[in-house]
């Protein structure tokens, strides 16, 4: 009996976008089907895997984590070269340092940090601020300007404060990262906003606020799957591709900081199985750019995306 | 009104509706089975099972309180409605162990039960393999698997001979017999019917599976689960969509829970690739792996991908500690929606400062919704206050609330007595408001 295929026809696609430059430029997105269904679309562009990189040193990084950054994580340069030798697709370098709780580092230092990174290392470029709407509006611009012309992508863009980091990526050349709490239409509404601001849909990328495994993944799974939907029914304030921030939520997890148990096994095992169960099924869901934290979860993930293409359904 | 018109419109209530109208508008709405009219003739009734029955039939294997049941599945996104039954997770064993490492594995497979947001979860079922080749070794590893656990088998063995001898040993158990092939299927049939056991059926490809499966239905047995053959993850999920798919748009072959085996040469891969399966369509998962650090991530998942989105996971009401606080430590109000509570215990947690979380019962729902909702009120909190024992732990009287309902704060404190501090909108606050506020 042969089975009719059941295909669906999708009117809509995922926006491409490129981050980077020249022939080191990467690009994201342009799929018009769901996440490695190929029997029914194209997929341009697989998923794209940073890890993150601190302009200052994390003080409560488990041990299973620190250790793959000996020695590097009081110098971003040193460090993201180490990320470039681990086989990163892009450094995302985090201004944990502007915090005002921690160095409170003024948007001049967060410059110069980003300016040596972007001197050392020749793959594209993610740059995230603290946290704090306030400082991120100073810091991201500052940041942005340094890095002029290298096509990077700063973020966090929040309903406070898109005006500035919007600003700086349209003077700079960069795209942004728009972030919204787990909602689908506030995510629209910040899209809209920044799109408004003359900012065009394929230099926009989408923040959910994902969780965990264990921590509310579901949540983030359904809203990303309800925005890869918009885009492929037409929604063209929902194509934009998605960020994932596994790393950071991963390794909040108990079941990442917690010490070798009967009960739970091996800690550098499971720590690394929680970020990359974390990520893949975020990729299952739609995520374009996922930020970790492990070399070796990145690693993983990367064997698995290149099993997912390669034996993806078929023609 | 197409219900109505195969009723036999006697309107003699014996379905304990007024008119047979009633009953089909019942009926449609599935507020009442159709076994209830008892006057149907067999053509209406055959008709009416067939336009009623569930896209993805529901299949158990197992007897007792460790029965599985699969399928009932009606969606191809959870946001759609939800997902029924949860993937079955089965942990592989092979007949080429020795006696002794069999029951050491199946010991570990036991232990493989896990606390998540106050209830245990444990993996479901133990696949013993037949990778000896040789009937006799299979039934005794079958006999060892069924005195050391309590979970229900799986009998994988394409081989009719060393199936049925496994069946003679374990069949009072209800196992999935794993199972019929192209060559074995009207044997491997005749066995599933003779022990009344669930059977998987295995195609090379969609096209022969859909062949195979209208024959053993054919046969008479209709207690089926679903083998695309693939074993490459990419191919396995193009093949589960395709069966979800199918099986939704009533393409009756596919009409049964599918089975998918996570046999990846890399270890971690096939952990990962096991967590794929979960999330898209499986409804048996099997894994080789009994190490905890391999399964607690898959039970996780399988746990957050099967929530019922329309009701949010709670946590119990009651009074937490995070990081051994003292009588001098912060008291924190939340709700008891699991999400927002282990927000906040993970934000206290970095805050490294000892705290006490109060989990507000608010039918789980989050701060803002409770509060909205009127479930989170200056009366409940302070409740929960007086009844939690809270007062008995600590020398102080302040309570920290969450920065979105600060209009709480003059009602609680009027009505608690306690002295409420506002606390950040966002528990990701925490840490440098506890620091910042927090002075005895």
Redesign the interface.
């Known amino acids: 009996m042969t089975v009719t295929i059941a295909k669906e026809k999708w009117a809509g696609k995922v926006v491409e976008m490129v981050i980077g430059q020249g022939p080191n430029a990467i690009k994201v997105g342009g799929e018009n089907t769901l996440p490695f269904l190929r029997f029914e679309g194209e997929i341009p562009n697989e998923p794209v895997v940073a890890l993150e990189v601190w302009d200052t040193e994390p003080p409560d990084w488990p041990d299973v984590l620190a250790s793959a950054f000996d020695g590097v994580m009081g110098d971003p340069v040193a460090w993201a070269m180490r990320c470039v030798d681990y086989g990163a697709d892009l450094v995302c370098l985090r201004l944990a340092g502007a915090h005002p709780d921690n160095k409170d580092a003024s948007p001049a230092e967060a410059a110069a940090t980003a300016r040596a990174v972007a001197g050392a290392v020749n793959i594209p470029l993610m740059v995230i601020g603290c946290g704090i709407d306030e400082k991120d509006a100073e810091v991201l611009p500052a940041a942005g300007e340094a890095l002029a012309g290298k096509n990077a992508l700063l973020g966090c863009a929040t309903i406070n404060n898109y005006k500035a980091v919007t600003t700086a990526c349209v003077l700079h050349g960069h795209s942004v990262i728009a972030t919204s709490p787990l909602d689908i239409n506030l995510a629209k509404q910040l899209n809209i906003l920044i799109n408004e601001m003359d900012l065009p849909i394929n230099r926009i990328a989408m923040d959910p606020l994902v969780g965990a495994l264990g921590y509310g993944i579901e949540y983030a799974y359904s809203i990303m799957e309800r925005t890869r939907l918009g885009a492929l029914t037409g929604d063209k304030m929902l194509a934009m591709p998605v960020v994932c921030f596994v790393g950071q939520e991963t390794w909040k997890s108990r079941e990442a900081k917690t010490a070798d148990s009967d009960e739970w096994g091996a800690q550098a095992h499971r720590a690394v199985l929680w970020e990359v169960i974390t990520a893949t099924s975020l990729v299952q869901a739609g995520g374009s750019v996922l930020v970790l934290r492990h070399p070796e979860s990145m690693k993983q993930l990367k064997n698995h995306i290149t099993a997912m293409i390669k034996e993806a359904g078929g023609k | 009104m197409e219900i109505f018109k195969q009723l036999p419109k006697t309107n003699c209530k014996d379905c304990g509706q007024a008119t047979c109208l009633a009953f089909a508008m019942a009926l449609a709405t599935s507020k009442i089975s159709l076994d209830k009219c008892i006057h149907l003739t067999d053509a209406a009734r055959e008709a009416l099972d067939s336009a009623f029955a569930p896209p993805v039939a529901l299949v158990k294997i197992g007897v007792g309180d460790k029965q599985v049941e699969l399928g009932n599945e009606t969606v191809l996104?959870?946001?759609d409605k939800r997902f029924e039954h949860p993937t079955a997770i089965a942990v592989s064993v092979s007949d080429s162990l020795s006696n002794d490492e069999i029951v050491a594995k199946v010991d570990a497979i036991n232990n493989l039960v896990?606390d998540?947001v106050g209830n245990t979860y444990s993996v479901d079922l133990v696949a013993v393999d037949n990778c000896s080749n040789d009937a006799a070794r299979f039934a005794e590893a079958v006999k060892v698997v069924a005195n050391s656990t309590g979970l229900p088998l799986v009998i994988m063995s394409e081989d009719v001979v060393a199936a049925e001898r496994a069946l003679d040993v374990a069949a009072a158990g209800k196992p999935l017999l794993c199972g019929a092939n192209v060559l074995n299927y009207a044997a491997m049939t005749a066995l599933a019917r003779k022990f009344e056991v669930p059977l998987v059926v295995k195609g090379a490809g969609?096209?022969e599976l859909?062949?195979i499966v209208?024959k053993v239905l054919a046969l008479g047995w209709q207690q089926l689960i679903l083998d695309s053959g693939a074993r490459?993850?990419?191919?396995v999920?193009?093949?589960q969509?395709?069966i979800r798919?199918?099986a939704l748009?009533k393409?009756r072959?596919?009409g049964y829970p599918a089975i998918a085996f996570a046999t990846n040469a890399?270890p971690?891969?096939a952990?990962?690739?096991a967590?794929?399966y979960i999330?898209?369509y499986a409804g048996v998962v099997v894994v080789d792996s009994a190490?905890?650090?391999?399964i607690?991530?898959?039970i996780?998942?399988r746990?957050?991908?099967y929530?019922d989105?329309q009701k949010p996971l709670a946590v119990q009401s009651k009074v937490y500690e995070i990081l051994n606080p003292g009588a001098d430590s912060p008291v924190y109000v939340t709700t008891n929606f699991s999400?927002t509570y282990?927000?906040v215990a993970?934000d206290i947690e970095?805050s490294r400062i000892p705290g006490y979380i109060l989990p507000v019962d608010t039918d789980g729902t989050s701060v803002l919704t409770g509060w909205s909702a009127g479930k989170f009120t200056p009366e409940k909190i302070t409740e929960m206050l007086n009844n939690s024992g809270i007062a008995d732990r600590v020398s102080h009287r302040k309570v920290i609330i969450p920065g979105g309902v600060a209009v709480l704060s003059g009602k609680l404190q009027e009505v608690s007595g306690w002295e409420v501090l506002v606390g950040p909108r966002e528990s990701?606050g925490i840490?440098?408001f506890v620091?910042q506020c927090w002075k005895q």
Do not use: M, W, Y
């Not at chain 2, 490459?232 to 191919?235: D, L, T």
């Open positions: 996104f959870r946001h896990f998540r969609l096209n859909a062949d209208e490459a993850v990419g191919q999920l193009a093949d969509t395709q798919r199918q748009k393409f072959p596919f890399d971690v891969q952990v990962v690739d967590g794929v999330a898209k190490d905890p650090a391999d607690l991530p898959l996780t998942l746990l957050n991908i929530t989105p999400l282990f927000c993970g970095s990701a840490p440098s620091k």
